[in-house]
């Protein structure tokens, strides 16, 4: 009988096995798990790729990242916009190859570079190598142009469909997808790094490049086999979305536009000679007007939605140095941490980050999505105090007698250029590099400044920056997956992209803001009026959410209620919490 038993179970969890893995839920992560390696592996060698090609400065990286900021700044909407208007699987699809192939031309071009860069530098007074960093530049920055339209519609709108109805399921898939993310951040940044440090950048281009291609193709398929699972993915169709488009009013203008030319056409013959040009010119200046209109509307929509406290509140976490970027593991280095301890700190920050997906499904179901997002924030604000307390402990260069601005007033006396800086690269991982060892270690030498060795600087005020940097990430993780299901939940689908674009655009914003602080004062005894700013914005953000959770639930904001009873999902949040 037990024999019988265990038979009769294990084709039962065989099959079981076999379900989840042909499912769209698990396509969808594998799918997102090739995208995500590639894009990271790509973001960080880009960066070492132009610091090397340049002589070991910074300029170029720090071009290529405001090209970037800029570009999603201003063309988030649009590139949301374009979601909404055309079909899932066409979105996906064009983005996917765009993105994919402007990686390998790009690997090509850098290849070419790297082998052939002194005979560039003879020909054409040096004007032939400068053509190809402007278009290594271009070409990277439509790349990540094309991999922000596919966050949007895979993150903010595949996800939602292949879900369902069920917000328990969405809310464990975005988790899931952050810790792939997570992991991701940490592990192809060191594996292309290993590939650079132990061949050759000539040897990284052709493998990053080698990586885009099978990538592509798998993921092609993926997506595929995703549309054909979930039928409710086709169920958006083009004419639908035009109906439903933000440009209606525009729209209607040419209607009635219409029927007036019609009468003209049968009453005067005159007339119809001359508005067939006048229809002609209304429609060029449309076209024109167009992305302009569509900045516009979007932004427009996106301050009318109800959720729109809530994503303005994670902007502006956005605006700190509080994160595992360029600028705090440079500062760290400067204060005696070696760039082993640095990677040790990284892992640290990511399995908190890991953490922090944990804590929002469980918070969710045991208090709801809106009150999850207080608790997150009042964590990590509450780890931050830690990052202000380190700014007044010893060993913090923290010095009010010395101008912020002294560093950069000098510059400008003696005629010297700015600090170059590497701006932000990627949103989604919230400013996380996990290859600054390798730039450490490598391409940029590190500070033998004697007076900067770690026997002369206390560690108590950067131990307890970090300490509250990699406690912190629990409550940003799970208080941004608060906010993205958010916005999922609450924007109709016919402006899912728009508005999740002009999100992006927001985050880069804030991002930008950032680095432009650093830039104006970059000397290491403005650190910590730094920090002050960055738990200052972060505090602003929260305060911004707990404004709308206000609005949201009102007199029972921190009263945990009984189960819905209005609630059709099994598996729905044991908190009353209805939908914004």
Not at 145 to 151: G, I, K, M, V, Y
Not at 354 to 376: E, Q
Not at 555 to 565: A, E, G, I, N
Request: proline share 4%; glycine share 8%.
């Amino acid at each position: 009988m037990s024999g019988a038993a265990e038979q009769a179970s294990g084709p039962g969890c065989c099959g079981s096995l076999i379900t989840y893995f042909t499912s769209a839920k698990f396509l969808l992560y594998l799918g997102h798990a090739l995208s995500t390696w590639g894009d990271r592996m790509w973001h960080f060698a880009v960066s070492v790729f132009l610091v090397e090609l340049y002589g070991n400065s910074l300029l170029l990286t720090a071009v290529y990242g405001l090209v970037v900021a800029g570009s999603v700044l201003l063309l988030g909407a649009i590139i949301g916009d374009w979601v909404d208007k055309n079909s899932r699987l066409k979105v996906a699809r064009t983005s996917l190859v765009v993105q994919n192939a402007s990686v390998i031309v790009c690997g090509i071009i850098l290849m070419l570079v790297f082998l052939f860069k002194a005979q560039l530098l003879t020909l054409y007074h040096g004007w032939l190598l400068t053509l190809c960093y402007i278009l290594v530049i271009t070409i990277a920055n439509i790349a990540n142009l094309a991999s922000t339209a596919t966050a949007i519609t895979i993150q903010r709108d595949w996800i939602v469909v292949v879900a369902g109805e069920d917000r328990s399921r969405l809310a464990d898939m975005n988790a899931t997808v952050r810790r792939i993310d997570q992991l991701t951040n940490i592990l192809a940044p060191l594996a292309v790094g290993q590939i650079m440090t132990f061949g050759s950048p000539v040897i990284g281009c052709g493998f990053i490049s080698g990586w885009n291609l099978l990538s592509m193709c798998v993921e092609y398929l993926l997506l595929w086999k995703v549309y054909q699972k979930t039928p409710a993915l086709a169920l958006k169709s083009v004419s639908k979305v035009e109906e439903t488009e933000l440009k209606q009013l525009n729209l209607q203008k040419d209607r009635e536009l219409k029927p007036t030319e019609g009468v003209q056409l049968i009453i005067d013959k005159d007339v119809a000679v001359v508005e067939p040009q006048r229809e002609k010119e209304i429609s060029c200046s449309s076209r024109i007007a167009e992305p302009f209109i569509t900045f516009r509307d979007g932004w427009v929509a996106y301050y009318n939605q109800s959720v729109f406290l809530a994503g303005m509140g994670l902007a502006f976490l956005y605006m700190t140095v509080l994160g595992f970027d360029c600028i705090t593991t440079g500062y760290a280095y400067t204060q005696g941490l070696s760039g082993s301890v640095l990677s040790l700190l990284m892992g640290a920050s990511a399995v908190t980050g890991i953490m922090g997906t944990v804590a929002f499904t469980w918070l969710r179901r045991k208090c709801g999505l809106v009150r999850t997002g207080l608790i997150s924030g009042i964590a990590q604000f509450s780890c931050l105090v830690l990052c202000v307390i380190s700014v007044f402990m010893p060993g913090s260069p923290l010095d009010l007698t010395v101008s912020p601005f002294a560093d950069l007033s000098a510059r400008l006396s003696n005629n010297e250029p700015l600090p170059e800086i590497a701006s932000p690269l990627d949103q989604s991982d919230m400013s996380f590099k996990a290859g600054i060892p390798y730039l450490l270690n490598g391409s940029i030498p590190a500070n033998n400044d004697p007076e900067m060795s770690p026997e002369s600087v206390p560690l108590i005020s950067v131990s307890l920056l970090f300490a509250g940097v990699i406690a912190a990430r629990i409550g940003l993780w799970s208080f941004d997956l608060t906010v993205t299901q958010l916005l999922q939940e609450n924007v109709i689908e016919s402006e899912r992209g728009i508005i999740n674009g002009v999100q992006n655009s927001m985050n880069y914003l804030l991002d930008l803001m950032h680095f432009i602080m650093v830039i104006l004062a970059p000397n290491p005894e403005a650190f910590g009026l730094l920090v002050l700013i960055s738990v200052s914005f972060v505090a602003m953000g929260h305060i911004m959410y707990f404004r709308f959770a206000q609005k949201t639930l009102g007199k029972q904001l921190f009263v945990c209620s009984t189960p819905d009873p209005k609630a059709t999902s099994p598996n729905s949040p044991s908190c009353n919490t209805s939908t914004v």
